[in-house]
């Protein structure tokens, strides 16, 4: 089964809108964290925003905001006023397990989606 | 800028080479990962490194290994190259330590193998 399912593989959104990218995941341990990151048609991979498991309130970052619902396990990208270079690939990542303090935590991505903005 | 140093950019070779892929982590930064991203396969997390040990392994061949260097680089071999192994190749580094802490991703080594 997968881990981290993305399943909008392209999304079209008008400039100023908002717009909800979809991440379900699986998993049966109890510490993870869940992350988003965009990947522009230039190849980087730019970290957006982080949601621990434990934690109480959804995370934000300027105009990302995570709609996280741990009992559905889902963690939704929500980007507000969407501008002409949010246009990319979105992935979402999850990081199992805590923490061992020797930084050992592997992401495991989803597929991704592909955001496209119309001016 | 994420911090994160790779070289090359891109690299293209033949069926059967040997290349190696240079990654230099963010300063500070004791924790080094390599993942592949290829068009079937998606993103997938291959090896870790911690201070110079192996931490985790993943879906990484046996004709790739890595290493860390007493001075934190990480050099991932790929040999007997096939045409499969074209992807991009990225390099991550984390702190030791803070799990909310993301990976901080290098730019890639896009590997062309014709």
């Known amino acids: 089964a997968q881990k981290i399912t993305q399943t909008q593989p392209g999304m079209f959104v008008q400039e100023k809108e908002a717009v909800t990218l979809d991440c379900t995941y699986d998993?049966?341990?109890?510490?993870?964290?869940l992350f988003w990151y965009k990947q522009p048609s230039s190849g980087e991979m730019i970290f957006l925003i982080y949601q621990g498991s434990y934690d109480q309130q959804n995370a934000t970052e300027g105009r990302y905001s995570l709609n996280f619902q741990k009992a559905r396990k889902s963690a939704n990208l929500v980007i507000s006023a969407s501008q002409l270079g949010d246009s990319a690939m979105y992935f979402c990542a999850m990081r199992e397990g805590p923490d061992s303090g020797a930084g050992s935590y592997q992401l495991t991505f989803g597929k991704g989606t592909k955001l496209s903005v119309i001016p | 800028d994420s911090g994160v140093t790779q070289t090359p950019k891109h690299l293209i070779t033949a069926t059967g080479q040997r290349v190696t892929l240079r990654c230099s982590p963010r300063s500070g930064d004791l924790s080094v990962y390599w993942y592949q991203q290829s068009l079937d396969q998606g993103l997938q997390f291959l090896i870790q490194y911690y201070n110079g040990e192996e931490r985790a392994k993943g879906n990484i061949l046996e004709r790739f290994s890595a290493q860390q260097f007493p001075d934190l680089h990480s050099e991932l071999n790929l040999s007997s190259l096939e045409l499969g192994d074209s992807a991009l190749y990225f390099c991550?580094?984390?702190?030791?330590?803070?799990?909310?802490?993301?990976?901080?991703f290098g730019d890639g080594t896009r590997l062309s193998i014709l």
């Open positions: 991550a580094s984390s702190v030791r330590g803070f799990s909310n802490q993301p990976q901080h």
């Open positions: 998993t049966s341990d109890p510490s993870y964290g």
